[in-house]
């Protein structure tokens, strides 16, 4: 079965520092996507950053990168130079298309506060 | 640009009492996803949806029904409420088997029950 692990409840960062949420995952599937999402304190939910299993290279979107290492199955979001407006919630998310189902799970989240 | 709408925003409700949360979505994707969100439990999933015609059971579907009225349509229906739903829902859809496409999701539907 599907799994998402998100082991940091909270993180601090001061601002203008880089910041690693961490990600861990577990799947037997070979074909899998891994999503970032950020939600901050008005709830919605901000598609990030995306990595496919079979991808060579890290992703990167900004000053949003993802760790991706497929042996030890973490999937880690790195956030350059923090700003005030990173402080949110953000999610890891896994996603195994299949031509029966299509199921997309989340982890608990980590909260990442920056600090001026 | 819609997206992904969530009706109502709010909604208290007494033990007992049934609701159905409605979804709907414009971007023509085939997959569709209810997830209830508690304080350090993340997004968890209910129930969800590959194609029109097909639902399938998430993480935590007990108290809980579907139906995929078509392919814009999602609804969740709890038929006799719990404190224990108490809880935020969101209804999220994507593009069906393309690996590299990420879940759009409404505003998210803050149900209290009482």
């Known amino acids: 079965a599907q799994k998402i692990t998100q082991t940091q409840p909270g993180m601090f960062v001061q601002e203008k520092e880089a910041v690693t949420l961490d990600c861990t995952y577990d799947t037997s599937d070979p074909s899998y996507g891994l999503f970032w999402y950020k939600q901050p304190s008005s709830g919605e939910m901000i598609f990030l950053i995306y990595q496919g299993s079979y991808d060579q290279q890290n992703a990167t979107e900004g000053r949003y990168s993802l760790n991706f290492q497929k042996a030890r199955k973490s999937a880690n979001l790195v956030i350059s130079a923090s700003q005030l407006g990173d402080s949110a919630m953000y999610f890891c998310?896994?996603?195994?298309?299949?031509?029966?189902?299509?199921?997309?799970?989340f982890g608990p989240g980590t909260s990442l506060s920056v600090i001026p | 640009n819609a997206g992904v709408t969530q009706t109502p925003k709010f909604q208290v409700l007494k033990t007992g009492q049934s609701m159905t949360l409605q979804c709907a979505q414009d971007?023509?994707?085939?997959?569709m996803y209810w997830y209830r969100q508690d304080p350090g439990m993340g997004l968890r999933l209910i129930y969800y949806s590959a194609s029109e015609g097909t639902t399938d059971k998430g993480e935590v579907p007990n108290g809980y029904n579907v139906s995929r009225l078509n392919k814009r349509e999602f609804s969740l229906r709890l038929e006799s409420a719990a404190p224990s739903q108490t809880s935020v829902y969101f209804c999220?859809?994507?593009?069906?088997?393309?690996?590299?496409?990420?879940?759009?999701f409404g505003q998210g539907t803050r149900l209290t029950v009482v």
């Open positions: 971007m023509n994707h085939n997959s």
């Open positions: 999220a859809s994507s593009e069906r088997l393309q690996l590299n496409t990420e879940a759009f």
């Open positions: 998310a896994m996603r195994e298309p299949k031509t029966s189902y299509d199921k997309v799970i």
